[in-house]
């Protein structure tokens, strides 16, 4: 792909462009004060690589202090160990600018702050609405009880590190607040697909093993 014009923008930071791609959209501030803003345009087509998954494993950080904002201190702590393990992940997903509303999600459309959820569309379909029971890290007071989380979210995006049916990310949007969050959210939960009653039975019914 060299010397074909394709780079939308050079970075300063390597480890900041690796976590762009994990959360699969973001905003770049330009030299110049500007902010643009980019989109998911596509994968590589190779699977995702956890780091904190190989972190572990190696025993580099001990599984409690396994956070986004751990990951990244370390990654750029060591900048040559850390490119060496960011390299062994093989997934790289490309951008686009983005311009309007944004960040768009898998459906298509902008996502919304606090109510878009990723899911695994294996296992649940894009634009389903769900009721989420969990909580999520206080960003006032760091260190305090997580906060009870319990709302409406539509099932909006996906994500390749998010495998399996009970599994989801939140999209809390941007600033210093929404990428504490974001970094710091790894908690257990639970969500309900609701469905109107005849699809639900429909789909009960199609589920029980025939006789």
């Given amino acids: 792909m060299a010397n074909r014009g394709l780079e939308l923008l050079w970075a300063d930071d390597p480890v900041d462009v690796f976590f762009l791609q994990i959360q699969g959209s973001g905003r770049a501030r330009l030299p110049d004060g500007s902010v643009i803003a980019l989109g998911y345009d596509g994968p590589n087509g190779h699977a995702y690589t956890s780091l904190g998954r190989l972190m572990v494993t190696r025993k580099i950080l001990p599984r409690e202090q396994i956070s986004a904002p751990a990951i990244a201190d370390w990654l750029r702590d060591n900048p040559v160990a850390g490119a060496d ?6 997934s790289y997903v490309f951008f686009r600018q983005l311009e309007g509303d944004g960040p768009l999600g898998a459906e298509g459309v902008a996502l919304t702050e ?12 894009l634009g389903a609405p769900l009721w989420l029971d969990t909580t999520y890290p206080d960003p006032e007071t760091p260190g305090n009880p997580p906060l009870p989380l319990q709302r409406l979210m539509i099932a909006q995006d996906t994500g390749g590190a998010i495998r399996g049916g009970v599994r989801g990310d939140v999209f809390w949007g941007f600033g210093e607040e929404a990428a504490y969050i974001a970094g710091h959210m790894a908690n257990k939960g639970r969500f309900w697909l609701l469905l109107p009653n005849a699809l639900a039975d429909k789909l009960l019914h199609a589920a029980e093993p025939s006789a």
């Fill in 85 to 90: 393990l960011m390299a062994e992940n093989a």
């Fill in 114 to 125: 606090g109510r878009s959820l990723a899911v695994d569309r294996a296992y649940l379909p």
